[in-house]
């Protein structure tokens, strides 16, 4: 790990914010990157508090200027502010979701509260409120361009959408909601985190392990030698199924694992978070209460793609029998092959990836071990995502090794547009580490602005196995797919064009978000994509043709379990964020139970992609009420790959459309208008039946 300065208690508040600080002044590296070699834990809180000190003073200055309110004295004046909490925070976030410390972990507990506090200081100062309400009344006449009319109405919405509109008694009660909400969402991060890293598997018997590969065990070995620990090691990712159970023949080993995973966060300690999420779900039903919705996915949809809560629930009624009487034909299948191979057998949660995947062998003669050779991380990375970047849109990539890192695994590129001027910045932070938050994600050190000059930072950050010592980096199919999703993400945020920050990247709706990362996976197994980067790491030799068709053939095997296990935990949000404020706090295992049986999704065999207790997008990672968006936009990226696929395909004539009328518009106009503008049409679900390979299934109905 690399060593950020102080640590422990000293760490994270010591210190006062001057010159000397990091963050003092805006970066004097290429595009603004944060100077991480001068960056020491003590120094992320005291530049955050003195960055909320200064926007708050700044925006005071807005609301009590004499002036009559303009759209630059106003709304451009509230654009420019906030700079230094801007480059504080997010190099603070960045790093303490994939490389904390416990400096780091006190330094967001205190710094959580205070910046809900922030928040309310901002959306709910009335003088600010009546100078922007003022100009959106008006807004017609103000005769501004569409972006700058965009910016009106959305940072109006804002405000009247956190409180803006409240009388005192009701706004001195969100302010302590919004307080304890924030509080108690770190709080889970933080047990979840906890919760994860002790569920990990740990055994000294080398027989456990059997069926996982000699690289599989040599990391299992590193990674309890990191710990300390004699033996081996599997560290859990964040979903509930886990990667090894496709390979342990051991059937007590991959319960033992399953069950780590399944209740990681209910063993009645410490980091048990059954209590944390049911306080946020009933916190949040009263906020929404307060803001005058009946629940708050009613509150949360309102400026969302599908507006409403019935909305959502109509889409996801539309798959759920179709994906569950997939799953129960698969079962069959499985259960028929494991009662072959074990006889008495009855199929249970921690078999299915195992017998499953021997059913795969059967079916389609692949065997994950196969492919894996032809899967070396970094010919993926620069011969597969960054190739299908350079074929679609022109832009070419140049590692920098003199961008300091806040870890030493991490990597830099320099991203220059199709004219060769520079575009932007790309971190890639791929490797699994017990002090790094769950899952894979894309964010930004500096977002792209016009009005502030700024050319974007982003990052993609996700939890690959990192190998022995000596041994090649070699991934499955699935962390290729991960690795084009997230970089979908990534070119959302480096084609940005907009004006304002506000407006620019990825600042859309949820259920608009994962449309560009999700469309980019399909290139994953666009076949000049993937000839290209899917080579032999010891002989570069392409894939076999043949071995590359099994592939594509099984590639929506098992499509029933997955889109049911997605469908559940989809549900389970909507179901905890649409109950009603005053109701006493939920039993989590007795509301999931209860919430399945209502959705017909209580398949025993098929868990939820996430349980309650381990849901980190919906309890403090900004998805609540908003898991079902994946589905969502996974309709829009599948519509939108039709598209391509009826127009001639990977060509850059279609990649510089797809950019100038997507990728680089932000949340600069209305979704649904922008999606219809390049479409031609509404989208469909026709398409995502079609990739998920389930047309022939629902016109069966």
């Known amino acids: 790990m690399l060593a950020l300065g102080m640590s422990g208690a000293a760490g994270a508040a010591a210190g006062k914010f001057s010159a000397s600080n990091p963050f003092y002044a805006p970066s004097t590296l290429p595009f603004q990157a944060p100077p991480f070699d001068r960056i020491k834990d003590g120094d992320y809180q005291p530049a955050i508090e003195a960055g909320m000190r200064r926007q708050r003073a700044q925006m005071r200055a807005i609301a009590a200027n004499p002036a009559a309110p303009t759209f630059q004295n106003t709304f451009v004046a ?25 400096a780091l972990q006190k330094a967001k507990a205190a710094l959580a509260p205070q910046l809900a506090a922030h928040e309310n200081a901002i959306y709910l100062n009335r003088r600010l409120f009546a100078r922007v309400a003022a100009l959106y009344r008006k807004r017609a006449a103000l005769h501004l361009d569409p972006e700058s009319l965009r910016l009106v109405e959305v940072v109006y919405r804002k405000f009247v959408h956190s409180g803006a509109q409240l009388a005192a008694p009701r706004r001195t009660e969100l302010q302590r909601l919004n307080v304890e909400i924030s509080t108690l969402s770190n709080a889970f991060e933080e047990k979840l985190l906890a919760a994860t890293k002790n569920g990990a598997l740990r055994t000294t018997r080398l027989r456990a392990l059997a069926g996982l590969g000699k690289a599989a065990i040599a990391a299992a070995a590193q990674a309890a030698a990191s710990e300390h620990l004699p033996g081996y090691l599997l560290a859990l990712q964040n979903t509930t ?39 946020i779900a009933q916190l949040r039903a009263r906020r929404a209460q307060l803001l005058g919705y009946p629940n708050y996915a009613a509150w949360k949809l309102e400026d969302q793609m599908a507006k409403t809560p019935q909305a959502a629930f109509d889409f996801l009624d539309q798959l759920i029998p179709l994906a569950t009487r997939t799953a ?13 191979r074990r006889p008495g057998l009855r199929l249970a949660p921690w078999d299915w990836n195992y017998y499953g995947g021997k059913l795969r062998e059967a079916k389609f003669a692949l065997d994950e071990r196969q492919i894996r050779p032809y899967f070396l991380l970094s010919n993926v990375l620069k011969n597969g995502v960054f190739y299908a970047a350079h074929e679609l849109y022109g832009i070419s990539f140049r590692e920098r090794k003199d961008i300091p890192v806040y870890q030493p695994d991490v990597r830099v590129f ?46 993609n950050v996700a939890n690959f196995t990192k190998p022995a010592a000596g041994e090649p980096a070699l991934i499955g199919f699935d962390d290729v797919t991960t690795m084009f999703h997230e970089f979908g993400h990534a070119l959302n945020g480096m084609f940005s064009d907009a004006e304002y920050p506000t407006l620019s990247g990825t600042a859309t709706a949820r259920d608009f978000v994962e449309f ?18 899917a080579r032999d790491y010891r002989s570069g030799a392409p894939m076999p043709a043949a071995l590359a068709a099994k592939l594509v053939a099984a590639r929506n095997f098992n499509e029933g379990y997955d889109l049911t296990e997605l469908l559940a935990a989809a549900e389970l949000d909507m179901q905890w964020h649409s109950l009603p404020a005053g109701l006493p706090l939920q039993d989590p295992d007795k509301f999931e139970a209860r919430a399945l049986r209502k959705a017909h999704l209580a398949l025993a065999e098929v868990p939820p992609r996430y349980r ?4 980190s997008h919906i309890w403090s990672n900004g998805y ?30 279609n990649g510089d459309r797809f950019r100038r009328m997507i990728l680089s518009r932000g949340n600069t106009e209305d979704l649904a208008k922008m999606y219809r503008a390049w479409r031609g049409r509404e989208p469909s679900v026709a398409a995502m039946m079609k990739y998920r390979g389930l047309s022939d299934a629902q016109e069966s109905k």
């Open 78 to 102: 509230m654009e420019r502010s906030g700079r230094l909490l801007q480059r504080s925070l997010a190099a603070f976030r960045g790093v303490g979701g994939a490389d904390t410390d416990p």
């Open 414 to 459: 320099e991203v220059f547009d199709g004219d060769g001027k520079p575009l932007a910045l790309f971190y890639c932070d791929y490797f699994k580490r017990d002090n790094k938050n769950g899952g894979a994600w894309m964010s930004e050190f500096v977002g792209q602005s016009k009005l502030l000059g700024t050319l974007p930072v982003v990052y």
């Open 241 to 279: 199924q886990q990667p090894a159970l496709a390979s342990l023949s051991d059937r007590q080993t991959r319960r033992a694992l399953f069950e780590n995973s399944w209740n990681r966060a209910e063993r009645g300690d410490g980091n048990d978070t059954r209590h944390t999420i049911a306080r």
């Open 612 to 615: 309650s207790t381990y849901f």
């Open 516 to 533: 560009p990362s999700q469309f980019n996976e399909h290139w994953a197994l666009y076949p000049a994509v993937f000839d290209h980067y």
């Open 624 to 653: 609540a009420a908003g898991y079902y968006s994946y589905l969502w936009t996974e309709m829009l990226a599948d519509d939108g790959f039709q598209w391509f696929a009826d127009h001639g395909g990977l060509t850059r004539a």
């Open 328 to 340: 129960e034909r698969e079962r069959a299948a499985i259960q028929a092959l494991a009662g072959k």
